[in-house]
């Protein structure tokens, strides 16, 4: 079965800190994919990235990067010099869209900022 | 183009009642889902479809019943509501599950 463990129910930093939120996996398939999704306080859910289990290069995006080991089973998320505006649940996920059309999310990580 | 849209934002249900949660999406997506979102559970999968007249279950569907008669609209009924189905409600679409395109979500509470 599919399951998405993200272990740090809450973290705060003081802005300007770099953070990592951290996302384990577990899966059988060979093909699978990995999202990151931001929710912030007004609700909406925002895509941020989607990885294939083909493709381990870093990926980096202005302040946020990704690091993705399949060695660890590990998708962890780093904000470089966070900000206010950073303050969110963020959510990783896992999908085989090959197979049962499933998504699994993980609890997800309450990240604050403080000024 | 609107994107997903859901309606209601809010609804207060007694227990028993039944009701119908509707989303819409006009980028001709094939693929929707309703999520239901609990604290400390993340989005747990109610049911998708990939397209019109196909329906299936996800991870959590009891309680629940869908149909997809259009690409546009895929409803979310609750037949007799549960104080346990009080969460807040995501569709989403998207060309499978590559990208997803969520709504804004209803929060439903059930007394």
């Known amino acids: 079965a599919q399951k998405v463990t993200q272990a740090q129910t809450e973290i705060s930093v003081v802005e300007k800190e770099d953070v990592t939120l951290d996302c384990v996996y577990e899966?059988?398939?060979?093909?699978?994919?990995l999202f990151w999704y931001k929710q912030p306080p007004s609700g909406e859910l925002v895509f941020l990235i989607r990885?294939?289990?083909?493709?381990?290069q870093n990926e980096i995006s202005g302040r946020y990067s990704w690091n993705f080991q399949k060695s660890t089973s590990s998708f962890n998320f780093t904000i470089t010099a966070s900000q206010v505006v950073d303050s969110a649940v963020y959510f990783c996920?896992?999908?085989?869209?090959?197979?049962?059309?499933?998504?699994?999310f993980g609890a997800g990580t309450r990240l604050t900022v403080k000024p | 183009n609107a994107g997903v849209t859901q309606t209601p934002k809010f609804q207060v249900l007694k227990t028993g009642q039944s009701m119908t949660l509707q989303c819409a999406q006009d980028?001709?997506?094939?693929?929707m889902s309703w999520y239901r979102q609990d604290p400390g559970m993340g989005l747990r999968l109610i049911h998708y479809?990939?397209?019109?007249?196909?329906?299936d279950q996800g991870e959590v569907p009891n309680g629940y019943n869908v149909s997809r008669s259009t690409t546009e609209d895929f409803p979310l009924r609750l037949l007799s509501a549960a104080p346990s189905q009080t969460s807040v409600y995501f569709c989403?679409?998207?060309?499978?599950?590559?990208?997803?395109?969520f709504g804004p979500g209803t929060r439903l509470t059930v007394l």
């Open positions: 989403a679409s998207g060309e499978g599950l590559l990208e997803q395109f």
């Open positions: 996920a896992l999908s085989d869209p090959r197979g049962n059309n499933d998504m699994r």
């Open positions: 980028m001709n997506h094939e693929y």
């Open positions: 899966t059988r398939d060979t093909t699978y994919y």
């Open positions: 479809s990939v397209g019109a007249g196909i329906t």
């Open positions: 990885r294939n289990s083909f493709d381990e």
